[in-house]
């Protein structure tokens, strides 16, 4: 399995991002179909989804998060 962050966001969404390959991945430097999360870390900000559709929301008065 190869291992990923996950970042847990203010607006509960989580996003991941890659850490390092598992060892048969590792010889041909793609990530395998597998993940194992290595770790998980909080984010004091929305994602960068909600962060446009807040951005979007905020002309017309209306808050998503």
Known sequence: MCRYYAHQ???THTTLSFAAFCDP??????PCAERQIWQTLDVDEPCDDCRAAAAAASSTGRRRW
Request: proline residues 0%; charged residues 10%.
């Open 9 to 11: 966001h203010k607006c």
């Open 25 to 30: 991945a590792s010889m041909i430097q793609n």
